[in-house]
C-alpha cells in the first residue's frame, strides 16, 4: 500500500518522466520515419504523451513537491528507454514502444491503482484511469495503422525481446527520495 504522499509525488514525478521521455522519444522519430502513416501515428502520440506529462506535473505540486516535479526512473529502466530510444528501424520503433514500453508503462499503473487508496490519492486515481483510457485507444490506432500497412517491417525479434526482458528485470523503476533530499 501507497501510504505517504512524499511517495505518491516520487511515483507520480517519474511516470511524469517516462511520458515526456517517451513524447521526445517520438518527436525524435518522426523526421527519421520514412511512412507518412506513421509519422502520423506517432503526431498523435506525441500530444497524447505531452497531455499525460502535464497532467502528473501539476499532480505533483499538489502532492507537495515542485509544479512539474520529475524524477529520472532508476537506472535499469533508463537504459532500457535509451535502448528503445536507439531503435533505428521503424518495426522495432513501433513494436517496442506499442507493444513493450506502453505495456509495461500500463501494468505499472494499474499497479499503482491496486496499492494507493483510491480515495485520499483520487486525483492521481483520475489521472492514471485516464491516461489507461488513452493507451487503449492509442493501441487500438497503432493496430488500424498496421492492418492499413501491413508490409510495414515486423521488428527483430531478437531485439524485441531483450527490451521486454530488460523492462521486466525492473521490478520498481521509481528512485525514491532519501534523507534530505
Not at 35 to 41: A, D, G, P, Y
Not at 42 to 53: K, L, P, T
Not at 143 to 160: G, I, N, Q
Amino acid at each position: 500500500m501507497i501510504t505517504t504522499v512524499r511517495d505518491r509525488a516520487d511515483i507520480i514525478a517519474t511516470y511524469r518522466f517516462v511520458s515526456v521521455y517517451l513524447m521526445e522519444t517520438l518527436a525524435r522519430w518522426v523526421p527519421s520515419t520514412p511512412e507518412l502513416e506513421v509519422k502520423i501515428l506517432m503526431g498523435r502520440h506525441i500530444w497524447e504523451f505531452a497531455q499525460h506529462a502535464d497532467q502528473f506535473g501539476r499532480r505533483t505540486n499538489e502532492l507537495r513537491a515542485a509544479m512539474h516535479y520529475t524524477r529520472q526512473p532508476v537506472a535499469p529502466y533508463l537504459q532500457a528507454l535509451e535502448t528503445l530510444a536507439a531503435a533505428p528501424a521503424t518495426g522495432d520503433r513501433i513494436d517496442g514502444f506499442y507493444d513493450v514500453l506502453l505495456s509495461d508503462l500500463a501494468a505499472r499503473y494499474r499497479s499503482y491503482l491496486n496499492e494507493t487508496d483510491g480515495m485520499v490519492d483520487e486525483p492521481s486515481v483520475r489521472i492514471l484511469e485516464r491516461a489507461l483510457t488513452d493507451f487503449d485507444r492509442i493501441c487500438r490506432e497503432r493496430d488500424a495503422m498496421r492492418a492499413e500497412r501491413p508490409e510495414l517491417p515486423v521488428s527483430d525479434k531478437t531485439w524485441l525481446e531483450s527490451l521486454r526482458a530488460a523492462v521486466g528485470r525492473v521490478e520498481d523503476a521509481v528512485s525514491y527520495r532519501t534523507g534530505q533530499e
